[in-house]
């Protein structure tokens, strides 16, 4: 017994060494690559090359075609005004971000710069896993992004995330079948219930595409906003869904609901959007990112355009969904990584990025929407009316379930899927709205528990 | 000699046992240990002892009732359906014709299909609006407008056990013919001679030669079926309005959306146990003298 312990022992260290010998990175180089390493370029002075060379890392789970466009133009042109600093941009998919944030805060693996959206950078705050960036945003101008969005990025009264660029939702309608029918684009919630009506009572469409999926129950959302309805009470903990502004909201369903489908309710924001791209759907009420959609299609018989979504009762409006990049607390390049954002922010950067960057996205920055260059771009141009619908969108739009303000139980009842099967259990099941918010509150209450 | 032979075996197994029993094991308990805590991942630091309050929540809030009792029908529908069926494709693949290879090997193509584009195809095929399924049951005007096969509060469950038994079918079929093909003929001629009937020949030869087939089919399909996580999220992703909300997707929910730890743990426990009663039961019950498993 004692042999088999030495045995098992010896056994052990062998394998741990083996992994630590392996584990560690070789600093040795050969020749061609040390030489490679100390090569500059022609025209760096030499104060650039006494600098030490410094790799920062992104995550970012933006992988389309046009975001990787604008950003290799970004970094070609960092690069030349900072050639010390090497960019790496990592692809890490939307559903991973946060796990994976979360495991790298605990091994310590976390990038330099974090690309997040919506309701994330406050939860990354409180994880600690991002640091503040007043200094930038100070220098930058704060005045330069939406307030309606930059109230929402802060964290201890400091800013905690830059957005970039905005998805706002708008009302997308079918222009041409609006000319053929004589309608003109809603201004009220009334408006869109007799627009939804004519289309499906004159055409073989369905008048809107609601989509309810558990976990993308974005229209209640933003209808909750444009009804001065609130998820989360003031205190930012307490749920105040059950309301007689969420019954409303819940009785505005089912009157839409006649205009659109149970197969659709069930279905993602991509599915439905398919339907309307196919010619199924006049109106969907989704995110200016649709624009992508619309922008491919080869059948050019279907015009489309976009309005605000309106807003029922107070002074709000529907969602949006900023795309936001942070500096994380563990960087060694804080410098490197503040001159990178600063740079990001420059008016003749910034106006060739979002010339370049997804169609149908909103420009965060101020000094870009103002340009005329960027609204005549071939990107944006033809799209002109739904970017101008967003950017009137931006300025009251809310955060699913803050419509009070920034609050860090948010992503946690968007996670559950509880208001979504709320909505179905309504519109499905029949279930009577204020019992259904009943049950609602009371999940939401013990899930925060 | 015998001792260092002993020696040497533990030495060969040993890298495995380190291996298991840091990604098996070590979670294994570890799940188990945090299932009695109140977990905060913004702030690991915060978790406190509940004892038994995540299992009483459970039972208490929440969809796991509801997740529990889909999972016991769609476990056992399946199940049940797929043994019969598969019985009925093992007898028919065991009849020697030709082109028996090539009929074995595509029959399998489901199986052998991954879970994500099995799923999609099926939803696409089964859209109301775009599915061929649809689109041919109209051409034939057996219905007048499209079937919502999946999104349908009633029609939901019984798209997804359909969906599951097609695609464990052929492992099924599989065993249970290879469990055929080792019954003597003679038996069976025998008893045809004796003139029983089909059904009389599966009933009194056949099944309770390869009982233990089925058993085997039977205990690994529930176990498999019932923590089956992936086929039934792409198909319907527990919806709609919960209709085919399981266990397992409650489980991730919990613990990757609503970021529970604790509680996902805790359903995660209840699962065990139930299939360690399950199994349990179920061998007792159909054990008898030299054919127990």
Partial sequence: MKKVFIYLTLLLVVVSMTSIGVGCKSTKTTTEEAEAVEAVPEKVTEEEVKKEQVVLEIWDSEEREPAKIAWDYLLGEFKKEYPHITVEVSAVSWGDMFTKVEAGLKTNTLPDILMSWGSLPPQFARMGAIQSITDVIQDIGEDQFPASAMKYYKYNDENIAMPIAIYTDVLFYRSDIYEDLGLEPPTTWDEVLENSKAIMENTDMYGIGLYMAAHEADIFYGLMGANNGAIVGQDGESITINSPEAVEVLEYLKELFKYSSTDMLVKSAGDVRVLVTEGNVAQILTSTSFCANILSLEDTSMKFSAVTFPTNKGDKGTMFNPVTYEITSTTEHLEEAKLLFKFMCRDDIALEFHKLYIPGHVPAIKSVNENEEFWNSPNVKDIVGIIQAGVTANEKAILAAQELGPNSVAGVIMGTGVVGSMVQKVLLDGMDPQEALEWCEQELTEALK | ?293
Avoid: C
């Fill in chain 2, 1 to 293: 000699m015998r001792k260092s032979r002993t020696i040497l075996s533990i030495l060969f197994v040993s890298p495995a046992i380190i291996i298991i029993g840091l990604i098996v094991i070590y979670p294994f308990f570890y799940n188990i240990i945090i299932s009695f805590f109140n977990t905060d991942i913004f702030e690991p630091a915060n978790n406190y002892f509940i004892g038994v309050n995540n299992y009483l929540y459970n039972f208490k809030y929440g969809s796991f009732i509801k997740a529990l009792l889909n999972t016991l029908i769609l476990t056992f529908s399946s199940t049940v359906i797929q043994i019969i069926i598969a019985t009925v494709i093992a007898i028919i693949l065991n009849v020697k014709m030709r082109g028996r290879g090539i009929i074995r090997s595509m029959y399998l193509m489901p199986w052998t299909i991954g879970a994500y584009v099995a799923a999609y195809i099926i939803r696409w095929m089964f859209d109301l609006n775009f599915g061929i399924f649809n689109q041919l049951l109209a051409l034939f005007s057996l219905v007048e407008k499209g079937i919502p096969w999946f999104t349908s509060p009633n029609l939901a469950m019984l798209s997804v056990i359909g969906a599951h038994v097609w695609k464990g079918l052929p492992w099924s079929t599989i065993v249970i013919l290879a469990g055929l093909q080792m019954i003597s003929n003679d038996a069976i001629e025998a008893s045809r001679v004796d003139g029983a009937n089909y059904w009389q020949e599966f009933r009194y030869i056949v099944f309770p030669m390869i009982r233990y087939v089925y058993m085997v089919v039977f205990i690994l399909r529930v176990i498999w079926d019932f923590n089956w996580f992936d086929f039934v999220w792409l198909l319907t992703s527990g919806g709609p309005s919960d209709r085919t909300l399981t266990l397992p997707i409650h489980v991730y929910k919990t613990a990757f959306l609503v970021h529970d730890a604790g509680k996902a743990s805790a359903v995660g426990v209840i699962m065990l146990i139930f299939l360690i009663i399950f199994v349990f039961i179920f061998l007792k019950v159909s054990s008898t003298e030299g054919e127990s498993l």
